[in-house]
């Protein structure tokens, strides 16, 4: 069974620009949600979404945006960069949106802004 | 591959050696508890997780204890080996709330 993935591995962007970043959950799975990894920190809960609609969103601007397609994939959208939104942006689907299932993260996105 | 938390705290271990990662939660009203295990370039991998009427609960090297009067959760590791070298996170979540919500991360280190 594939596991989660995310596209691209690494994204460079510069401050100003928008950036896109892709993630496919394993199949199945209903429930995605996006992180944001900073170096030195842990992870920052950015968005959940469930059955194409967003369930709750962590303490971010609403520059982070994203959606969720009806095959469960979901995009992250950041707009306006800052250098500050450099992270890896990670990725999870679980089984269930109840919040008491395991999640399953992908490998990640870098994102480098300039 | 990168590597994750340059400054986190460090737990070094000789290999062979039980390991134990302590985690502090604040949300009393938690009823869910994962331990996570992250490798240099890697995504998060799930250890073991623990529901809020048990408090302990047993894996394959792995035990979580959890402990709710002061919010407390641990992680031992018996046997570490040179392969359990990453950063560990705990993570914590209420269900009606539908988020989960991560600690700093430990890093653990294998002597060899």
């Known amino acids: 069974e594939a596991g989660v993935t995310q596209s691209p591995t690494h994204l460079i962007k510069t401050r100003g620009q928008q950036a896109t970043l892709r993630c496919s959950p394993i199949?199945?799975?209903?429930?995605v949600y996006w992180y944001q990894q900073a170096l030195g920190l842990g992870l920052q809960f950015l968005l959940w979404?469930?059955?194409?609609?967003?369930?709750n969103r962590g303490n971010f601007p609403p520059r982070f945006s994203g959606r969720q397609f009806p095959n469960y994939s979901s995009e992250l959208n950041v707009n306006a960069l800052e250098l500050e939104d450099s992270a890896l942006y990670l990725c999870?689907?679980?089984?269930?949106?109840?919040?008491?299932?395991?999640?399953?993260f992908g490998p990640g996105t870098r994102l480098t802004v300039t | 591959g990168e590597s994750v938390g340059l400054h986190l705290p460090t737990l070094s271990v000789q290999e062979g050696d039980n390991s134990i990662i302590n985690c502090a939660y604040s949300?009393?009203?938690?009823?869910?508890f994962i331990w996570y295990k992250q490798e240099s370039g890697k995504g998060p991998q799930f250890i073991i997780d623990?529901?809020?009427?048990?408090d302990k609960r047993q894996g394959q090297r792995v035990t979580v204890l959890l402990n709710k009067t002061v919010k407390h959760l641990s992680l031992q590791i018996a046997a570490t080996q040179p392969g359990d070298s990453a950063v560990y996170f705990c993570?914590?979540?209420?269900?009606?709330?539908?988020?989960?919500?991560f600690g700093t991360g430990t890093r653990l280190k294998v002597l060899a």
């Open positions: 623990i529901r809020s009427n048990m």
């Open positions: 993570a914590d979540s209420y269900s009606g709330t539908y988020k989960y919500i």
């Open positions: 949300n009393s009203a938690s009823d869910y």
């Open positions: 199949s199945g799975h209903t429930s």
């Open positions: 979404y469930d059955e194409g609609e967003e369930r």
């Open positions: 999870a689907s679980s089984l269930e949106s109840t919040g008491t299932y395991e999640q399953y």
